[in-house]
């Protein structure tokens, strides 16, 4: 029996390569002669880069930058010497989880940092960037990150504007005119982990605004900034951006890289080609799959799913594992996974308690799923319980 273990990480508690691990253990547990191959996967969220390490081998770089509210911190990116290449997560410098909740302020937060570890990154000279898009914490549409990189805004009466959401609305003119030139000499890939325009009902307004702290009352201006915003990027730059899939991703971050030349493409993609995940599943009787959560927006573009319908593509049955089904979760069964199992299988006191045995339940709920199979596939037990329903 072959099995393929391909999950992303379980934000918060448990990276890609430690899911893999806890996967791998309850594999054993239950078919400890079956040949596992183990490929943990990302889909341009938080994480991507470290993947992307796994995959090419390669360096970690360090670079100060600041959060997305402007406080200092270190952030990491990889760079993969051999394709001459950086891999980096804009939630490394924009991420919300370096945002306590109660600190999360969505109009004061800005992608500026993001800007720093692309310079950092230019630094390396390298012929690509790889830019994970995921997990940010702002609603700037990147402006932030193109104010540090050179690009300057003005109102009407020709006074700069400040790297804020708040000052997009104003906006009369772009400036493009001073961006770090080293920017044209690079291939960018913008990759993406959700396919969302960058406004309107499913933009990243909507979308995404009430997870990082925005209130319902905010999210109609937070629409109008990023409609402005991309109007200005559209008219400056000569290029559609605004109804683009992935525009919306980080924030509207997409669209800012779509201005700056990027190539656009489906993160899960770019991770696969990079792990040879194809080439894993062949052969393969079974793929194990998941991340912290499931939902119906897991469909536009997450890692489950793309693992999930390269599966199907194969006819191997895909089971994902969660620790938490989110609203619209029921279609994911419908030309997706074959069974979705929540690793959650007892109450916990907080959710600190439930990342800490992350590992554990994740494990337990692995093996629990294939000691399930094992019965279905016993003749002998099923007859037993095809009869007691008899009776």
């Not at 099995?3 to 078919?31: C, N, W, Y």
């Not at 990027?262 to 995940?277: C, D, K, M, P």
């Not at 419908?334 to 494990?363: C, N, R, W, Y």
Request: negative net charge; contains cysteine.
């Amino acid at each position: 029996m072959k099995i393929v273990i391909a999950p992303d990480s379980f934000k918060g508690s448990l990276t890609a390569q430690e899911a893999a691990a806890a996967m791998h253990r309850g594999v054993e547990a239950i078919f400890p002669d079956a040949e596992c191959v183990s490929v943990p996967v990302a889909d341009g969220g938080e994480g991507t880069a470290e993947v992307m390490l796994e995959a090419y081998g390669g360096e970690v770089k360090k670079c100060p930058v600041v959060d997305a509210l402007g406080r200092e911190r270190e952030a990491e990116f990889t760079w993969i010497p051999s394709q001459k290449m950086v891999v980096l997560d804009t939630a490394e410098a924009a991420g919300i989880m370096y945002i306590g909740m109660l600190e999360r302020n969505i109009m004061e937060s800005n992608t500026e940092g993001v800007g720093m570890l692309l310079k950092a990154a230019l630094d390396l000279k390298p012929e690509t960037i790889v830019v994970g898009l995921g997990g940010s914490a702002t609603n700037d549409g990147g402006w932030g990150m193109m104010h540090n990189l050179g690009a300057k805004l003005f109102d009407e009466s020709g006074k700069e504007l400040d790297p804020k959401v708040s000052v997009l609305p104003s906006a009369v003119k772009l400036d493009l005119s001073g961006l770090d030139p080293r920017l044209k000499t690079v291939k960018i890939i913008a990759a993406n982990d959700v396919r969302n325009p960058l406004t309107g009902p499913s933009g990243a307004s909507a979308s995404f605004g009430p997870q990082k702290g925005a209130k319902p009352l905010q999210l109609g201006k937070l629409d109008r900034c990023l409609k402005n915003w991309g109007r200005l990027l559209e008219e400056t730059t000569g290029k559609k951006l605004v109804d683009e899939e992935g525009a919306g991703a980080a924030g509207g971050m997409g669209a800012a890289f779509l201005a700056l030349g990027a190539e656009n493409r489906r993160g899960f993609e770019v991770v696969a080609e990079a792990t040879h995940l194809n080439e894993a599943m062949e052969g393969a009787d079974l793929v194990l799959t998941g991340e912290g959560q499931l939902d119906r927006q897991t469909q536009r573009g997450k890692t489950p799913w793309g693992v999930a319908q390269l599966g199907r593509s194969k006819d191997i049955p895909v089971i994902a594992f969660t620790a938490k089904l989110g609203i619209g979760h029921e279609i994911l069964l419908q030309d997706g996974f074959t069974a979705i199992v929540p690793i959650m299988h007892q109450t916990m006191s907080g959710d600190k308690t439930a990342m800490e045995k992350a590992p554990m339940l994740l494990e337990d709920a692995v093996t629990l799923a294939l000691q399930l199979m094992t019965v279905g596939a016993n003749p002998a037990i099923s007859d037993v319980l095809l009869k007691s329903f008899e009776d």
